[in-house]
T-cell receptor, first 108, second 114 residues
Framework: GIQVEQSPPDLILQEGANSTLRCNFS?????LQWFHQNPWGQLINLFY???GTKQNGRLSATTVATERYSLLYISSSQTTDSGVYFC??????????FGAGTILRVKS | DVKVTQSSRYLVKRTGEKVFLECVQD?????MFWYRQDPGLGLRLIYF???????EKGDIPEGYSVSREKKERFSLILESASTNQTSMYLC?????????????FGSGTQLSVL
């Protein structure tokens, strides 16, 4: 089946720093989404981005479907950005295939 | 905003018990999903449903069943709980229209089977 690789697996940032998270797919990208899971376990949908670039405040995402990858940019990171970031793509029957996640810790 | 509500945040059960995990969404979504999340394994799909009384097996359906009698409610059933079913269980929903495929999650149920 499709493989989803996220990098880096772990990231520690000083508050105010910028970062880029990457998601690579072994197959074509259909309906890529980025999620943030906060330290309390809640998963929030950040972006629905099958292609192109979107921005939402300090976060932005770019998907290059032809090259099977997506990037999530976090600028001026804050401690509240800590948690796990997942990318996922919709497969047949509305099934999402998730990456293993990037654990982000932002230190004050 | 879409709200997906899971009935319990924490649950402790004994091996062999029958366990029901309930999920309700308030946005009239057609699709509903049950995932489990384990360290190092990410999220894995157990079952999903794209309509009332419809269900499809996900990647790890063994030991689980589901019920969708009403559009807003999707229940996960562990017929005879085992210790390897200790996990975080996440319910999600999405719509097939408009911004379709965008997934919304509940806050999760941490199940411990002793």
């Amino acid at each position: 089946g499709i493989q989803v690789e996220q990098s880096p697996p772990d990231l520690i940032l000083q508050e105010g720093a910028n970062s880029t998270l990457r998601c690579n797919f072994s197959d074509s990208v259909n309906n890529l989404q980025w999620f943030h899971q906060n330290p309390w376990g809640q998963l929030i949908n950040l972006f629905y981005i099958p292609s192109g670039t979107k921005q939402n405040g300090r976060l932005s995402a770019t998907t290059v479907a032809t090259e099977r990858y997506s990037l999530l940019y976090i600028s001026s990171s804050q401690t509240t950005d800590s948690g796990v970031y997942f990318c996922a793509d919709v497969r047949r029957g509305n099934k999402l295939v998730f990456g293993a996640g990037t654990i982000l810790r932002v230190k004050s | 905003d879409v709200k997906v509500t899971q009935s319990s945040r924490y649950l402790v059960k004994r091996t062999g018990e029958k366990v029901f995990l309930e999920c309700v969404q308030d946005m009239d979504h057609e699709n509903m999903f049950w995932y489990r999340q384990d360290p190092g394994l990410g999220l894995r799909l157990i079952y999903f449903s794209y309509d009332v009384k419809m269900k499809e097996k996900g990647d790890i359906p063994e030991g689980y069943s589901v019920s969708r009698e009403k559009k807003e409610r999707f229940s996960l059933i562990l017929e005879s709980a085992s210790t390897n079913q200790t996990s975080m269980y996440l319910c999600a929903s999405s719509s097939r229209t408009g911004q379709h495929e965008k997934l919304f999650f509940g806050s999760g149920t941490q199940l411990s089977v002793l």
